[in-house]
């Protein structure tokens, strides 16, 4: 069966999921996203690309950043943007999401970019777009449910590689809550798809999914044993919100075990750096002394966000 | 193209252009030939502002029809264009939509005092009203539509003009 994200081309039609996108895919927006940094540092901060394209943020559940970074970086390539807060809205009145989709559909709508607490949601909706023979409106997933947060998963790769370069030596850490984690699934796809050679992942055990090394990746339940020689450490959210009974301790007996400090970080190569993909619990998976410190490089993750997502519009966009 | 010698034609474009260079001429390359070009006019004419260099991806009118160039580059302009007087390099100027984007481009960095263009061949066939200042050689004759000029380097960084069949 053809990858539901590529035509019939080879070329990206939706991005819905990093696991199975195809390495030169992701090699190709990683190229095309370093030229619109530049973007950023001009006295107009547009490019024509998607003038007259109208796209739609549809956004089923909250989300800050990663709305405004793709509301920002539609906007730069010139398109319409409007901006749908569903909660609010017709789903709260029993519209279905296919309904919804529709009639934005007889809106002229070009291009989608949704996030859902259902895991799949975005993938529905590029399966009924293409079974109605509408190819020519793309879908991008935003985050759904517990299953794939693909540009940010990208631009994390594209942070990664700004800084060490290459993929193909590193080692590299993921820490914390991976069983509720999208994220964690879109990292641990690019970075195996790209070739780095070794992935952990360290957490307790009631915050890693049953059979997490099957996705290829080191477990570790100890985090200075774990953190030992790493590149790159990438933390994970502490997803509160996602907390189904008594999973953890509190958040300080948390931070005790889990949280990152300075003297946990250096156990990892005196250059490692530290992601985190926001919004930051201080004090709970991280340390302020780490998140605003020389090894940090989560403000430039929000940065080259905008311009990953540049990238993956103006692809999608191009056919 | 053996007729044609891409090192002779350099140093005539850089002699057409060296009596109007002043201490405010800046050049922009635009990728790939044109900044191969511009690199070698820069350093032949001795100019003191920095070179620029232009990827007109992202202004492209094909792209609805054509996508994304596989492989945009990083436009970088390093001099301030507010006021500047800019000289546009390219290799071969051909329908002038290049040119064109490249305008668009440079307009996004702010309002130059005046925009020139410098090409080592002209090949006919314009579609918009856009002509060089300084070019080196202009065909007789427009070229077929199916045949690609353009310019290549070697790595001892001796520049040719190809003409190549296109498929």
Known sequence: MRNPQLNKHGELQHLLTLDGLPRDIITAILDTAAPFTEVAEREVKKLPLLRGKSVFNLFFENSTRTRTTFEIAAKRLSADVVNLNINTSSASKGESLLDTVDNLCAMQADMFVVRHAASGAPMLIAQHLQATGRDHIHVVNAGDGRHAHPTQGLLDMYTIRHFKQDFSQLTVAIVGDVLHSRVARSQIAALTTLGVPEVRVIGPRTLLPTEVEKLGVRVFHDMREGLKGVDVVMMLRLQNERMNGALLPTPQEYFKVWGLTADKLALAKPDAIVLHPGPMNRGVEIDSAVADGAQAVILPQVTFGIAVRMAVMSMLGSH | ?167
């Open chain 2, 1 to 167: 193209m053996n007729i044609l010698d891409a090192e002779a034609l350099c140093r005539q474009l850089a002699e057409q252009i060296r009596p109007h260079v002043t201490p405010a001429t800046a050049l922009v390359g635009i990728y790939t030939g044109g900044l191969w070009l511009a690199e070698r006019l820069h350093k032949e004419l001795g100019i003191s502002q920095p070179l620029g260099a232009i990827d007109v991806s992202f202004y492209r009118d094909d792209y609805g029809s054509k996508g994304l160039h596989a492989k945009p580059q990083r436009t970088g302009i390093p001099f301030s264009v507010e006021s500047a007087h800019i000289i546009l390099v390219d290799d071969v100027l051909y329908t002038g939509r290049t040119t064109r984007a490249a305008l668009n481009g440079l307009f996004d960095f702010g309002r130059p005092a005046r925009i020139e263009l410098a090409v080592l061949v002209d090949r006919g066939s314009r579609e918009l009203p856009i002509a060089a200042r300084y070019c080196a050689h202009t065909l007789p004759e427009a070229l077929p539509r199916d045949q690609n000029l353009e310019l290549q380097r070697d790595e001892a960084g001796r520049l040719t003009l190809e003409l190549t069949q296109l498929g």
